[in-house]
């Protein structure tokens, strides 16, 4: 089980805790709407959509989470800025958790999140992302606005490896969120293809023995378009987004981009599992303390 030397950072989004060692907070998984082909999305410019689905996908997200003792926080993705406001909205008015706002570029995310602080919503919004292509502009956009949160993604032509994305993030990333003042700043380590998680894995690793910094990663880019898989039937995809999420987990990470919410039954029960035996290996091997809040108080 792992041990990390470096003292890690716990941060605290609208009481959620990401980071920490392993074992001492749960999981947090990451569930998205209003991705393209979401079912629920009619109109991805004006943001229209069927409230029902969209309410009944989130309310058995947070249902499913909180049986499990997982943690959770919603991926809001959008295509334009209007509608990425009006699609959080209606997030941060069902539940509680905080959200991120995911928009492919600045153009649409700083805008977008800009109307969140008017609406009074910034302090459950989550930037995703600041990355390196955020020009100096822009970074003073972030601060003006007055952003508390933010995702440093660690994408890169020469950030491939973990070593780039360690030097990517000691010499933009971190830089940039600290002039922006993002007070809270969670590690995505991005996730290129599906063989290549492996550098995820190791990555991730890398971030909490060298920074101790709250980090993830969105296996979910690649493991619902694996087309190999599907020969074997659902039970069969299943078990392998499943695996591939508990992949992460073994590397330490603190949040997991799970992919569309409607998935969570399938991948959010085995997250508390190994969650859960991580809590209970350092609170009975290591003799260390672990949250009130754990898969460990639950499932067991």
Same mark, same amino acid.
């Given at each position: ?23 001492? @907070? ?21 943001? %229209? ?55 492919? @570029? ?21 930037? @995703? ?11 003073? %956009? ?6 508390? @949160? ?12 973990? %070593? ?70 659902? %039970?069969?995809? !299943? ?26 039954? !399938? ?34």
């Amino acid at each position: 089980m792992l041990e990390f030397d470096k003292e890690q950072k716990i941060i605290e989004i609208a009481d959620v805790k990401i980071g920490g060692q392993p074992g001492v @907070n749960p999981v947090v998984a990451i569930g998205s709407v209003f991705y393209s082909k979401h079912p629920a999305l009619k109109d991805e410019k004006t943001g %229209k959509f069927d409230k029902k689905i969209v309410e009944q996908e989130l309310n058995n997200f947070i249902k499913i989470t909180e049986e499990n003792n997982i943690q959770a926080i919603i991926d809001v993705v959008g295509a334009y800025p209007d509608a990425l406001i009006k699609e959080c909205e209606f997030v941060a008015d069902l539940v509680d958790v905080p959200f991120l706002v995911d928009g492919l @570029n600045d153009d649409i995310r700083i805008p977008a999140i800009e109307g969140l602080k008017e609406i009074g919503l910034l302090d459950k919004a989550i930037l @995703n992302s600041i990355d390196e292509n955020t020009t100096e502009e822009n970074i003073y %956009k972030i601060s003006d606005i007055g952003v508390k @949160n933010a995702v440093l993604l660690t994408f890169g032509i020469r950030a491939i490896y973990p %070593k780039n994305k360690i030097k990517l993030l000691r010499e933009q990333l971190i830089p940039k969120a600290e002039k922006a003042g993002i007070e809270n700043y969670i590690v995505d380590t991005a996730v290129l293809d599906l063989p290549s998680v492996s550098i995820n894995f190791e990555t991730c690793k890398l971030v909490k023995q060298e920074l101790g910094l709250p980090t993830g990663y969105a296996p979910s880019n690649a493991i619902y378009g694996w087309e190999f898989i599907k020969r074997f039937g659902d %039970k069969a995809r !299943c078990g392998a987004i499943s695996s591939i999420m508990i992949n992460a987990i073994d590397a330490g990470a603190d949040f997991i981009l799970i992919g569309p919410i409607k998935f969570a039954s !399938c991948v959010v029960p085995s997250m508390a599992l190994i969650s859960g035996m991580r809590s209970y290996y350092r609170k009975r091997v290591l003799r260390k303390k672990i949250s009130d809040f754990t898969p460990l108080k639950k499932i067991f």
